[in-house]
Every structure is written in C-alpha cells, then in structure tokens.
C-alpha cells in the first residue's frame, strides 16, 4: 500500500472515530456490531459462541501458564526477545489480579489469589469496542463469536488497541519475521505496521482441533459454546462461581475466570 493511500485511509479512521462521538464510551449496550458470516470446512468444530473458561485452581506455577503461552506463541509465529520491552508482542499473557479485575481486590483477599498471576488474552467481547472504531474493518466479528483480523486490511492506525479496554492487541514497531524461532509454515507471519491478537485459534478449528493453549493446558482452560446449554463450559460455568474482566462496560467478553 502505497504511502497516499495509507494517510488517505489514516484521515477516514479519523473522520469515523469523530463520527462516533470522539471516544470510546464508557458503555458499548446500545451498539451492535456487524457480523461476518463465513464459510466452514466440513471437518470444522463449530459453534454459536465459543467461549472460554480458565479455572486458575488448576494452574499451579508459572511453568504451567508458561507452557500455555508458548504453545499459543509458536503455533502463530509470536515474535519474542524484542530489543525494546516496550514493544513486546503478546497474545496469552499474565498479569497480578489488582490489574486483571480492577475494583475488586480488598484488604483480605486470600493469599492464593493476591499474590498469584492470571492468565490474559483477547476476550473475544459480544460487542467489541475495537471493531467498531477499526475504519478498514480489518477487525470484525464473526458469526460464532471470535473477533478475527485481517492483516491485510490493517493500516496500523491502532484505534483499536485505543478501543480495547483489556490492552489484548499489540503492535508491530519493526519486522517480526527476524524474532520467531521457528517459524510455523501453517500460520502467516506478519509485517511491520499491522496489529495482531489472540484469535481463539481458528485455524485449528477449522481443522477439528481446540486451540492451542487449550491442548496445553492439562484441563486447566475449557474451550466451548457458551449458546448450548447442554455443553461442557455451561455445566462448568453452570457449577463454579467465575469472574469476567471489566463487564461493567457492556462488553459482555467471553472469557470466565474461576478463582
């Protein structure tokens, strides 16, 4: 994409950001993103809305979220060790509970879930701020739920890393290609400029397969169709008390915590 095309598409982000009132606002209830149908492979697993469950009681050390983030890393060509923290790509992540549920922690928590990390990652939100600020529609939703990208739409504006309340997507400063380790030929590599995030996966899907982390996860993550009342994660959301990041903005994400 030529650099005249690029500011052109820069200014209509900017126009539609204004069109939409400037901002973000701190309640998403009253708008209802497009969906995008999509076509499935025969072998695809399928659902209504997928969702995930992560059950922390199951996650014992950081050598057990670290095999899950590095099963997600490797599957999408992650690039790690970048010269500068500060652009560090991440897809699955952890962070203390005082920043993954703001506004809930008090002076007597239990110790296990104080001082131990979380697991984070795109929460694949039933109405998502990002896609309604993204200009190219290189972010959409789709009709089972999971917020995709397309990185050839994408512009690198990063409205929507603006839009995202849960700090999900990361931007590409420089070339990624040099800091993947091995590379999976299954899975496009990015380029400079374009932002990327978790995306449930639907590769693996679209081939039968639960995502990655889920496989790594040793039953710690429930991956499902949060629409079927008869599935496994709504007997498990059906017996456990769970949290959710930041529902108080109308989201509604898909990703449950059970601490």
Known sequence: M??????FLKIAGITTALGLGGGIPLTLKAYKPEVTEYERPESALT????????????IHSE???ERMVQACHQTHNVPENLPNPK???????TDEFEHVFPGKENPYLAERIEHNRFLLLCN???????VRV????????????????????????????????YGSRSFNFRDPAGYVAQKNPDFPTRVRGVVEKCNFCVERLEEGLQPACVEASQG?????????????IRQVLKENFTLRRKVDLGTNPSVFYIV
């Open 134 to 165: 993204c200009p190219t529609k290189a972010t959409f939703r789709r009709e089972d739920g999971i917020v995709q990208m397309d990185f050839h739409r994408c512009i690198g504006c990063r409205y929507c890393m603006a839009g995202c309340p």
């Open 2 to 7: 030529d650099n005249k095309r690029r500011n």
């Open 63 to 65: 050598q057990d979220m």
């Open 47 to 58: 659902a209504k809305r997928w969702g995930m469950v992560i059950d922390t009681r199951k």
């Open 124 to 130: 694949h939100c039933d109405v998502p701020p990002c």
């Open 87 to 93: 652009e560090e790509i991440k897809w699955i992540w």
């Open 220 to 232: 710690a993550l429930i991956f499902g169709d949060l629409a079927d009342p008869e599935s496994h």
